[in-house]
T-cell receptor, first 109, second 116 residues
């Protein structure tokens, strides 16, 4: 079956760095997505990785290793507004998104 | 980027009534629309996939007679929750896809449905 695993909850301090891991097993692979979702809102796109390596976009970076079925989202210089759920999703061979359960990130001052 | 407008953003209805949620692609033609449901503290669960002009494909466990999906045009898809019950209270989100850009997903703002 298809499976996406990520931690349920993480806590970090304002100004620090946090890494959210995601492992996956899917039928085919057409890329891995990271989304941010604040409570009561729709997900907003953060990053897309389809090749191995690190993609950097401002304070956020995303890494992918297809051979290991592994990705992480790295958030630097954490701000209070980064408190949200972070969803890992993989697009399978049918271009359908398979979603992880999300990681709730709590930022403390 | 492409914009998907979803309405209403929230709705409260009485048990036994029906509610319609609309999803419009404002500046592009959505060949495929995905409808998701999200319960508190859980991830998005795909309910159904619809292609313009054809019947929706429902995921296992989703009642097609209860959740009616219409995708009559390339810019509009609707989800109607019929005979709603309190357990249907959830956050419903649509996502649109363009045929020539299959790896991009454009989300609506979501609809918070509360059935009382």
């Amino acid at each position: 079956g298809q499976n996406i695993d990520q931690p349920t909850e993480m806590t970090a301090t304002e100004g620090a760095i946090v890494q959210i891991n995601c492992t996956y097993q899917t039928s085919g692979f057409n890329g891995l997505f990271w989304y941010q979702q604040h409570a009561g809102e729709a997900p907003t796109f953060l990053s897309y990785n389809v090749l191995d390596g690190l993609e950097e976009k401002g304070r956020f970076s995303s890494f992918l290793s297809r051979s290991k079925g592994y990705s992480y989202l790295l958030l630097k210089e954490l701000q209070m507004k980064d408190s949200a759920s972070y969803l890992c999703a993989v697009m399978d061979s049918n271009y359908q998104l398979i979603w992880g359960a999300g990681t709730k990130l709590i930022i403390k001052p | 980027g492409a914009v998907v407008s979803q309405h209403p953003s929230w709705v409260i209805c009485k048990s036994g009534t029906s509610v319609k949620i609309e999803c419009r692609s404002l500046d592009f033609q959505a060949t495929t629309m995905f409808w998701y449901r999200q319960f508190p503290k859980q991830s998005l669960m795909l309910m159904a996939t619809s292609n313009e002009g054809s019947k929706a494909t429902y995921e296992q466990g989703v009642e097609k007679d209860k959740f009616l999906i219409n995708h009559a045009s390339l810019t509009l898809s609707t989800l109607t929750v019929t005979s709603a019950h309190p357990e249907d209270s959830s956050f419903y989100i649509c996502s649109a896809r363009v045929e020539d850009r299959p790896t991009e997903a454009f989300f609506g703002q979501g609809t918070r449905l509360t059935v009382v």
